[in-house]
């Protein structure tokens, strides 16, 4: 092409998963976002780590503070990943044990989400990017005051580089062909998405099963 672009799309056998900061009271800041529908957007980002069996690192920031712990889903979907308790950093990158953890992956696309999109999202995302990762930012398992802070916080990220998604996109991508897995994705999806049961539920007709 002309412009020179190259579709570079999210690999399952390359991508890592940051959550960042979805801790119980920054959570309350989130206002671009229903309440449930930001924890179902986050959760299915979770399951979409896991079935694809995604490197998956938490972290979180001053949790002694107002910013209160990890929300506890996350601790329990996730019990055994990597898990960072910052004393005090905002940005992530700036916490070593953290960059390493990311580095010890071997993995260089990162998907990242966290709360609050222009600090504990932008960023580690500007950060990755300058040291030579490519960052899938997912928009709606991030969230921050209003929907204009969340306007130019994508902006900025996407300007420096980075790859505004939702976690459906970024399933699908990683996925690449319904003959994969059609079942196995399709009830993740099923789940998260009340109205993805409709299609489930036509294509289990169609097979001759309930």
Not at 7 to 32: E, P
Not at 127 to 136: K, T
Not at 180 to 202: A, Q, V, W
Request: glycine residues 6%; proline residues 5%.
């Amino acid at each position: 092409m002309a412009n020179g672009f190259k579709y570079r799309r999210i690999s399952k056998d390359d991508a890592a998963v940051l959550l960042v900061d979805h801790q119980s009271g920054l959570i309350s800041l989130v206002q671009d976002h229903a309440p449930s529908e930001f924890k179902n957007n986050v959760l299915a980002l979770g399951a979409v780590a896991k079935f694809f069996e995604l490197p998956t690192i938490l972290t979180t920031s001053f949790e002694d503070g107002p910013n209160g712990p990890l929300v506890p889903e996350l601790k329990a979907l996730f019990p055994e990943a990597p898990y960072f308790a910052r004393p005090g950093q905002i940005n992530a990158w700036d916490n070593e044990d953290f960059v390493r953890a990311v580095e010890a992956t071997g993995r260089r696309q990162l998907i990242i989400a966290g709360v609050v999109t222009d600090v504990c999202v932008a960023f580690p995302t500007l950060s990755a990017l300058e040291a030579g990762y490519e960052v899938f930012v997912v928009v709606d398992a991030s969230g921050t005051f209003n929907p204009t802070v969340r306007d130019v916080a994508v902006t900025r990220m996407a300007h420096a580089g980075a790859q505004m998604m939702n976690w459906f996109s970024v399933a699908c991508e990683l996925h690449r062909d319904w003959r994969n897995d059609i079942e196995g994705l399709g009830k993740l999806l099923s789940e998260h998405i009340p109205n993805y049961r409709n299609l489930m539920t036509s294509y289990f007709a169609q097979q001759g099963r309930r």
